[in-house]
């Protein structure tokens, strides 16, 4: 049997077996059932994430390590998903879009089809790296470290770390108060560790008078409704809490235990528990703290 006469089915499955995720314009039929088999599996926004191939290499940008085929490396690339291919069926042409990844316009970064504010989204500069990796110290890609003064937009997605519209600093699916996000600015320090002394990675030490909500999740420090200041899953007024504002000092010798900017002598709630220093009936017994 030539190879004209192989039948489609044969060359279907090998061609599978391949590249699952290719688009063949040769192969009508072959195309039309994987996208079919991917849009039984996923939604729509799913399946065209999967299948989106921005420089016709063949392989999906949802695991492509350099969407847009410029030879650069999606983790080195300041625009991810736009560049002049150096192969491929677009070799010599501008592929994708010319918004760096920085950009407040750029809404998906590796243009997988997911946004970059997305719960679904777990890596949003496609390094192949989880967003809250510890190994992930460039989340969106931009060239400046999270844990850089300069980096004021940690996952990219055009809200500044500090808005009071953002729910999600490190773009890692987890908002901010959930007791399961334990790096709200996924540097790779953990909130309650003694070396992270920028919980919300907005650029102002925790233990700074110009810090007044320490974890970034929108309730200031000194407010009754602020039981975790720190963002470290331990709560405020928990016998396991001995630095209630994270910045690496006890509660026994910080000068401003809750860190909402008055020291501890004039501050009428020293623990930020809630509860004022003269009605506190623990008067000191939580953690070290100073209700007194």
């Known amino acids: ?5 192989t039948p489609v089915h044969f060359r279907l499955h090998n061609h599978q077996i391949m590249k699952p995720t290719i688009r063949h314009k040769s192969l009508p039929f072959q195309g039309a059932l994987i996208t079919a088999a991917l849009l039984a599996t996923f939604s729509v926004s799913e399946a065209k994430s999967k299948i989106a191939d921005l420089d016709g290499d063949g392989v999906a940008n949802l695991v492509d390590p350099d969407v847009d085929g410029d030879g650069i490396l999606n983790g080195q690339d300041r625009n991810v998903d736009g560049g002049i291919a150096v192969s491929g069926p677009f070799q010599g042409k501008y592929v994708g879009d010319r918004l760096e990844n920085d950009s407040p316009s750029e809404k998906d970064i590796d243009a997988d089809g997911l946004k ?6 777990l890596d949003i500069d496609g390094d192949g790296l989880k967003d809250d990796s510890a190994d992930e110290t460039d989340i969106d890609g931009d060239g400046r470290a999270d844990d850089s003064d300069s980096e004021v937009d940690i996952d990219g997605d ?3 770390d500090n808005a009071k519209n953002e729910k999600d600093i490190d773009g890692d699916g987890l908002t901010d108060d959930d007791s399961d996000e334990v ?9 309650d560790d003694s070396d992270e002394a920028d919980i919300d990675g907005d650029g102002l030490d925790d233990d700074s008078t110009d810090e007044l909500d320490i974890d970034g999740d929108e309730l200031l420090d ?16 928990d016998s396991a809490e001995h630095d209630v504002d994270g910045d690496g000092e006890d509660n026994g010798v910080d000068n401003d235990m809750d860190g909402d900017g008055h020291d501890n002598e004039v501050d009428d709630d020293d623990d930020g528990d ?5 009605k506190d009936s623990d008067n000191g017994n939580h953690g070290g703290h100073g209700d007194d």
Do not use: K, W
């Open 222 to 237: 000194e407010s009754l409704a602020e039981h975790d200041i720190d963002g470290d899953g331990l709560l405020d007024e």
């Open 183 to 191: 790096d709200i600015d996924g540097d790779g320090s953990l909130d």
């Open 116 to 121: 970059d504010d997305s719960d679904v989204e």
């Open 158 to 160: 055009g809200r500044l």
């Open 274 to 278: 809630g509860t004022g220093d003269v």
């Open 1 to 5: 049997m030539t190879a004209s006469s």
